[in-house]
């Protein structure tokens, strides 16, 4: 199983911007998809970006364009860089990881979940 631990979460006002970062250890990520969903309060997981584990990044359409994933397979930590944040981006921010496939957007097939970091846009 793999532990992962986001950070980087916090207050911003709107057209900021936030980096956060996902910390995995417990198993080589090498073949694994990583990826960021988001939660509002009392609405479902959504997708927010992907990254494959062979490089291809793929983006929400709410969010291409501001936001960007990368990956520091190094140190077996994913990132996303948040610009131009706007009042509905406001959510938990997950990172998770799915050890098969070529990734999906749908929570339901990843394997491993952080525990979560707060963002918060002030308009």
């Known amino acids: 199983q793999v532990q992962l631990v986001e950070s980087g979460g916090g207050l911003v006002q709107a057209g900021g911007s936030l980096r956060l970062s996902c910390a995995a250890s417990g198993h080589s990520l090498g073949i694994a998809n990583m990826a960021w969903f988001r939660q509002a309060p009392g609405k479902d997981r959504e997708f927010v970006a992907l990254?494959?584990?062979?490089?291809?990044?793929d983006y929400a359409d709410s969010v291409k364009g501001r936001f960007t994933i990368s990956r520091d397979s190094a140190k077996n930590t994913l990132f996303l860089q948040m610009n131009s944040l706007k009042p509905e981006d406001t959510a938990v921010y997950y990172c998770?990881?799915?050890?098969?496939?070529?990734?999906?957007?749908?929570?339901?097939?990843?394997?491993?979940w952080g525990q979560g970091t707060q963002v918060t846009v002030l308009s």
């Open positions: 990254r494959r584990w062979f490089g291809i990044p």
């Open positions: 998770a990881v799915n050890r098969g496939g070529s990734g999906t957007y749908s929570p339901t097939d990843y394997d491993d």
